[in-house]
């Protein structure tokens, strides 16, 4: 495996993204960068993961993944199943058949409750996005969560203005308290790949990004992780993972 | 007996305030003709439900239709946000019960099987829950099984008015086929007091007994079929034609304001007498003929 030369940014989040799914697992995934992430590690080490789309497609082979998002029909071809929601939020993730929900974020905290539904804006007011789809029935029933998004002090608070899909709420306890088993694993931003305390629960630093630096990561979040003394670099992808994003998974480059 | 009729008949079986369920997915198999005939028509203080926000509901809200939408969510992917929804949300001139999708699933289902309530482990110890409980306390609840004495959270069933479902194929008494992922529909049909047919085509009876398991959509739950070619444009109808990207891109501009908006709506809604003319408005056959599915790939 050659480490690729040159790389986007998204191409190494969409590669640290794909490493974190293991071969012959279920992945619920969500719209954006989750979707890339997927069809990489169906295309490279993880051949045999089952792809659902909530809306009722079971392992699709697209020709190209659109712009749409899960709407778009090129997402559904040559599917194995086209079934529902009902179908595909119930009876697989529901039942808690589901091993990872794979998800993009608004908004993240320290305890991995992701925010899709609101931002305040500096004057007090509140601008609404895309809210929960899928994420939140994910969040509640995947085994365990990967969520993708960008590394941005506004994104990433101590606490969400908003919880749209549950982490680890406030810790402590707090989500298995109430029935919810699984929680979030990991965090893939364009800086770092983060994960989460076993006891407390609270977000840690796993891994830097080649070409930044602890203070680069730590200045653009608004709460501070854990980091631990050995941080190691993010492995960069490949130049095949590259290559598959570029000439096999989105080749009119809508993620670029 | 036929229930074949007019779309404007169709929509004005639909009375003012009447809860309506429909069936469009962002950007795919929207009730966009059907839309546009309950704003002509002038239909007021609907309140429609469906899991993922869609075009068919972005513009009902932004045309003055709403004054509630049950919904999870939702957004036109990579082409924005569903624009009219989040400023009316935002104003407050609608009152937004949001979910989740496989709440709003769960909720249908309910309806679908004459259930009281279903219980979930979604939504708890989400801000979504704690908003549905402020602006629809009476829509979720708890209960404790009597099997393993553990808590849930329960659902209130929804059961529409009426559920109004794009579809690809049906016959004249409104026995109809979904062809490709059906999200909620089957669930939203099954759990509406009655449900109006859009189709792409009309078959004899005879077609839709060659293919029974194709079928989603008993002609018992349906009050009227209407059949028009392209009643979802701009959003695609899979094996029948992919969306259109630049009418999308148009109406994702314009509706990014409330100005832009009426532009809009004065153009291809007022502005045309009905269905027929938007199809020419919008390009006419020579456009049309340009999005029409390939059906090895559906799109």
Known sequence: ???????????????????????????????????????????????????????????????????????????????????????????????????VGFLGGLEIDAYGNLNTTLLGDPKGKFRRFTGSGGGNDIASSARRTVMIMRHDARKLNEAVSFITSPGYLRGDGERSALGLTGGPSRVITDKAVLGFDPESKRMKIESIHPDTSLEDVLENMNFKPIVPDDLPITEPPTEEQVRLIREEIDPKGNYA | MTKVTTLSEAVASIPQGAHVALSGFATARCAMAFAHEVIRQDLKELTVSQCVGA???????????????IYGGGSRGRTGQHFCLNRAIEQGTIIAEEYSSLSMAFRYLAGSLGLPFIPIRSLQGSDILKHVQEVAPDTTGTITDPFTGDDWLVLKPLSPDVAVVQVQVADEEGNAQILGPRWENEEQVKASKRTIVITERLVSTEMIRREPDRTLVSGFRVSHVVQL???????????AYDFDEAHIDLYAKASKTAEGFQTYLDQYVYGVKDHWEYLEKVGGMQHLNSLIADPLLGY
Not at chain 1, 25 to 44: M, Q
Not at chain 1, 67 to 91: C, E, Q, T
Not at chain 2, 229 to 239: I, L, W, Y
């Open chain 1, 1 to 99: 495996m050659t480490v690729a030369k040159e790389y986007a940014s998204f191409e190494l989040m969409a590669a640290a993204g794909a490493r974190e799914l293991k071969d012959g697992e279920i992945v619920a995934v969500g719209l954006g960068l989750p979707v890339v992430a997927a069809f990489l590690a169906k295309a490279s080490h993880a051949p045999n993961i089952t792809i659902l789309l909530e809306l009722g497609v079971v392992d699709p082979e697209p020709l190209e993944i659109g712009v749409h998002g899960l709407s778009d029909p090129r997402i559904w071809y040559r599917a194995k199943i086209h079934a529902s929601f009902v179908d595909m939020l119930g009876a697989v993730l529901h039942r808690g058949l589901v091993d």
């Open chain 2, 55 to 69: 075009m068919d509901a972005d513009i009902l809200a932004g045309a003055g239709v709403l004054s509630r939408i």
């Open chain 2, 229 to 239: 070619p392209f009643a979802a444009h701009p959003s695609s109808v899979f094996q």
